[in-house]
């Protein structure tokens, strides 16, 4: 990642936020995706099976 490669207090060219902020920020957009992922996987699973197991 390009991010990982620089200075964490280096500040952002864009945005005036810090490399470490623009990480920080990065992982918790990560953490949040991965518990709604969570969150929907039973849903998205039983429509799998449920299209799976009817026949026409």
């Known amino acids: 990642m390009l ?3 620089m200075y964490p207090n280096t ?3 864009t945005t005036g936020q810090t490399v470490q902020s623009q990480m920080d920020a990065l992982a ?3 953490k949040e995706d991965r518990a ?4 929907a ?3 998205l699973n039983s429509m799998v099976l449920g299209k799976v197991l009817v026949t026409p």
């Open 3 to 5: 991010l990982g490669s």
């Open 11 to 13: 500040p952002d060219g």
């Open 28 to 30: 918790g957009r990560r």
């Open 41 to 43: 996987e039973p849903l």
């Open 36 to 39: 709604l992922f969570a969150q």
